[in-house]
């Protein structure tokens, strides 16, 4: 049975700050994805990630991924007010349907 | 509008009622897929849809009824609503040529 584990659930970091989100999957996967959600609102994609040692990045966030380790990150540059939001990691199974198991999500709020 | 919308975007229901939820797409997208999303549990896949008339289980199906007669369209329907499947509904779609899934902006379900 395919897990995903996200860690740190919740993270409060200040502005100008680094930090990173882990999101750790139990069985073999090449894909992967990440989200962003604000309060009361749908998904909005981040980054899809196709292969073994692949790196994205997008203004203050970058994500990789490392399929031997089953691992996952996404590393947050300078945090600023407006990353403030859950974010979701999301891996791949059931081949070509692209079927998503989606970690529980990290809060992350930005304090001034 | 184009792109994906769902209906009713907030639901309260009674115990017991039948109840039914609509997602439709304007993209004519072959994959369609219905999330739940709880605190505590990210989002889980309820049922999928590869093409019209295609559908499978996802991770948390019982409960739950699906249909697809048209490409673009893909309700969901809870037979007889418990208290269990109050949450928040997400309708998604995909193009086979293409790795991004797309969501809906959801429907909260509230079963009383």
């Known amino acids: 049975e395919l897990k995903v584990e996200q860690n740190p659930l919740f993270l409060s970091m200040q502005e100008g700050k680094n930090y990173t989100i882990y999101c750790n999957y139990s069985?073999?996967?090449?894909?992967l994805y990440w989200y962003r959600q604000d309060p009361g609102k749908s998904l909005e994609s981040l980054f899809v990630l196709l292969s073994n040692g692949a790196v994205k990045q997008e203004g203050r966030l970058m994500a990789s991924l490392d399929t031997k380790a089953r691992l996952s990150t996404l590393h947050i540059t300078a945090a600023v007010h407006d990353l403030s939001a859950t974010y979701f990691c999301?891996?791949?199974?059931?081949?070509?349907?692209?079927?998503?198991?989606f970690g529980t999500g990290t809060l992350l709020a930005v304090q001034p | 509008d184009a792109g994906i919308t769902q209906s009713p975007r907030y639901k309260i229901t009674e115990t017991g009622r039948q109840v039914t939820l609509m997602c439709h797409q304007t993209w004519s997208h072959s994959y369609m897929f219905w999330y739940r999303q709880d605190l505590g549990h990210g989002l889980r896949l309820i049922y999928y849809s590869a093409a019209a008339d295609i559908t499978d289980k996802g991770e948390v199906p019982d409960g739950y009824v699906v249909s697809r007669s048209k490409t673009e369209n893909f309700p969901l329907t809870l037979e007889s609503a418990t208290r269990s499947q109050t949450s928040v509904y997400f309708c998604?779609?995909?193009?086979?040529?293409?790795?991004?899934?797309?969501f809906g902006p959801g429907t909260r379900l509230t079963v009383l």
């Open positions: 069985t073999t996967s090449d894909r």
């Open positions: 999301a891996v791949v199974y059931g081949g070509a349907t692209n079927k998503l198991i």
């Open positions: 998604a779609s995909r193009d086979p040529g293409m790795w991004e899934q797309f």
